[in-house]
């Protein structure tokens, strides 16, 4: 992942200023974790937009896909996933990033295993993993 962007996350993450929701990008004023990179890349980028969404929501708000420009934000996979233009932008290679010490991916992590929301991981908790499995360079490979 772009360390830059890494940080970022993880300082927002970490902030307060973002309510923590389960199930979906962003509804109402709450957001999940990938929602909160979603916001980042709007603020950061300009691009993109929030598109409501007509679903049931687990908190009974308004949901909200997120769309990138020139995007009508209706594919299913941008209402829980991460876009493709933000995975590129942040530098991931997966809509849903994988924990491999949590051996879950930040979906699950955030929404509780089997969307148990007493299971669920905070979102300094969530930083803290993001910081340690995702924003370190990787290592090469050395043959033995």
Known sequence: MNQEIGE???TALESGEHVQGRGQLRSGDSY???????ALHLKTTG???????EYATTNGKQGYSYAAEGD?????QQYYALPIDVQNW?????????IRSADAS??????GPGGEPHLAWTFPQIAAAIRDNLCTEKQPVTEL
């Open 90 to 98: 942040a530098g991931l290679d997966s809509a849903e990033p994988y």
């Open 47 to 53: 691009k993109g937009q929030w598109v409501e969404k």
């Open 32 to 38: 999940c974790c990938l929602g909160v990179l979603c």
């Open 106 to 111: 930040l979906t699950h992590l955030n929404d």
């Open 72 to 76: 009508d934000g209706m594919s299913s």
């Open 8 to 10: 970022l996350w993880v």
